[in-house]
Structure formats: structure tokens, C-alpha cells
């Protein structure tokens, strides 16, 4: 299966910055496109932003403060988040996605990793 070990959550104030970071577990990130996820307390898990090899996809709410990007060598993404708002608190997930950013029926979710904003 797909999975990814996510890192780089915490707790930041509002307004802040942070970059969380997801790994590839056993398979080569080159050859996938990759998602973003979240989930809010009591919230259904929806998607963040997308990233290809050549292209990157982002939920409308969340662009221009939200910046997705990969490093193949590291068989990395990350998801640069900044002026965080309190509404942005969730758990944060990568999974491997298709060309429309849904994820792939082979992909399966990692721990994720608790981004917390709060002052």
C-alpha cells in the first residue's frame, strides 16, 4: 500500500507559520501525485492541496496561504502554511492521488500530524 509518515506539527498562534512534512513509506514518490489532507475535531477530512510532478492544485479557501511542494530525492512533500488561522487546527494527512487530487484506492492513510492554532 501507499502510505506516508507525516511530521512537523504543533502548536502555533494565530497568524503564525509552520511546515509539516510527509515521507513516502516503500514505494517511489516520483511516480505519484501527491494530496494534502486535514481533518477538524467533529469535521469530515477534506483535501488541502495537490501537488504532480509539473503542477500544483489547491482548495479555494486555502490559496495563497497555503504552498505545496516536493523533493523527489527525499521521497518528501511538504505544505508550507502560513498566517494561520484558529479554524486551521486539525490533523494533516498525505495520501497518493490521482490527476483530479482524489485519492487512489491503493493509498492508505498515515497518522498524520496535529497542527494546533491557538494563542
Known amino acids: 500500500q501507499l502510505q506516508f509518515v507525516e511530521s512537523g506539527g504543533g502548536l502555533v498562534q494565530p497568524g503564525g507559520s509552520l511546515r509539516v512534512s510527509c515521507v513516502a513509506s516503500?514505494?517511489?514518490?516520483?511516480?505519484?501525485?501527491i494530496g494534502w489532507f486535514r481533518q477538524a475535531p467533529g469535521k469530515e477530512r477534506e483535501g488541502v492541496a495537490c501537488?504532480?510532478?509539473?503542477?500544483?492544485h489547491y482548495a479555494h479557501s486555502l490559496r495563497g496561504r497555503f504552498t505545496i511542494s516536493r523533493d523527489n530525492t527525499k521521497n518528501t512533500v511538504y505544505l508550507q502554511m502560513s498566517s494561520l488561522k484558529l479554524e486551521d487546527t486539525a490533523v494533516y494527512y498525505c495520501?497518493?492521488?490521482?490527476?483530479?487530487?482524489?485519492?487512489?484506492?491503493?493509498?492508505?492513510w498515515g497518522p498524520g500530524t496535529q497542527v494546533t492554532v491557538s494563542s
Open positions: 516503500g514505494f517511489t514518490l516520483a511516480y505519484y501525485n
Open positions: 495520501a497518493a492521488v490521482d490527476n483530479d487530487c482524489t485519492v487512489l484506492n491503493s493509498a492508505s
Open positions: 501537488i504532480s510532478n509539473t503542477d500544483t
